[in-house]
């Protein structure tokens, strides 16, 4: 099994509402990632776990929050986002230098 | 600081050779990757040099000279197929685990 998996592949949410974002590898990766990427735009990092922990936030806002519940699994909680977060939420692993990307969450915040 | 350009479109005919150029600063410099990405798909692996020299892969070829600070993918015998986004990405020892993308360049591979 060579492939990132991620749900849904679309979300649209209103403002006031909670959801989460999932992503699954079974390649035995040690890193993984969550990626923001805007139309036109090259994927921004978000975060990183290296070893089921977290190793970089790259300064997101609180209203994500990661969550990494084993080795195989990486969950990214949403609540009361706003519109300029709709974006594709990519996840990513890696063992060494090449990372493999999940087909991506299309989200529409209302 | 880290810093990547690359051209923004670059427009061929099939079967044409498309050469992409990065040029970066970047502190802890320890490779270079490069990615593909269609529209409406996921960025998917094409290459890593993080020596200098080629590295060829079937119609792909990827260089780097770590002294210049400059890299290039080179796409032989474009076809259609290979309309899409290609990002360069550096990665550096300031940060383990993250890569820095380049903006992107627009191929358009034309009849």
């Known amino acids: 099994d060579t492939e990132v998996t991620q749900t849904p592949k679309h979300l649209v949410m209103g403002m006031t509402n909670k959801k989460s974002l999932k992503c699954e590898q079974h390649?035995?990766?040690?890193?993984m990632y969550w990626y923001k990427q805007k139309a036109k735009k090259p994927p921004e990092l978000m975060f990183v776990?290296?070893?089921?922990?977290?190793?970089i936030n790259e300064s997101v806002p609180s209203r994500f929050s990661p969550e990494c519940p084993n080795s195989s699994l990486l969950n990214l909680h949403l609540h009361a986002l706003q519109p300029e977060d709709s974006a594709l939420y990519l996840c990513?692993?890696?063992?060494?230098?090449?990372?493999?990307f999940g087909p991506g969450t299309r989200l529409t915040v209302l | 600081g880290q810093s990547l350009e690359q051209p923004s479109e670059v427009t061929a005919v099939e079967g044409a050779i498309v050469q992409i150029n990065c040029t970066y600063q970047?502190?802890?410099?320890?490779?270079l990757s490069w990615y593909q990405q269609h529209d409406g798909g996921a960025p998917t692996f094409l290459s890593y040099?993080?020596?200098?020299g080629l590295e060829e892969t079937g119609r792909f070829s990827s260089f780097l000279s770590r002294s210049d600070s400059y890299g290039y993918l080179l796409l032989q015998e474009l076809q259609m197929k290979d309309s899409a986004s290609y990002f360069c990405?550096?990665?550096?020892?300031?940060?383990?685990?993250?890569?820095?993308f380049g903006a992107g360049t627009q191929v358009v591979v034309t009849p």
């Open positions: 970047t502190s802890g410099f320890y490779g």
């Open positions: 390649m035995g990766h040690r890193a």
């Open positions: 776990y290296s070893y089921e922990k977290l190793s």
């Open positions: 990405a550096v990665g550096s020892t300031d940060s383990w685990g993250k890569l820095q």
């Open positions: 990513a692993s890696s063992q060494e230098y090449e990372q493999f």
């Open positions: 040099n993080a020596l200098d």
